[in-house]
């Protein structure tokens, strides 16, 4: 899990090659963490299985998340 945007690329940082990648997207707007946060942890508990987030980089914004593999 990073605040780096980096990570979120995915020529440099293959979902594929890793466990998973969570890439919060704050855009130096430190105000809105709490709501990424609340939007990731609801994911978290209705896919509580790892194999859910192996080889994939998932994207999280205030409105939506992305799931990219």
Do not use: C
């Not at 990424?36 to 994911?43: D, E």
């Amino acid at each position: 899990m990073s605040l780096n945007g980096d990570f979120a690329n995915m020529v440099t940082y293959p979902p594929s090659q890793y466990q998973g990648i969570i890439a919060l997207q704050v855009h130096n707007h430190p105000e809105i963490i709490p709501q990424l946060m609340a939007r990731l942890t609801t994911y978290m508990r209705l896919h509580p299985a790892m194999e859910e987030y192996r080889g994939k980089l998932f994207v999280v914004e205030v409105h939506r998340m992305r799931i990219r593999e």
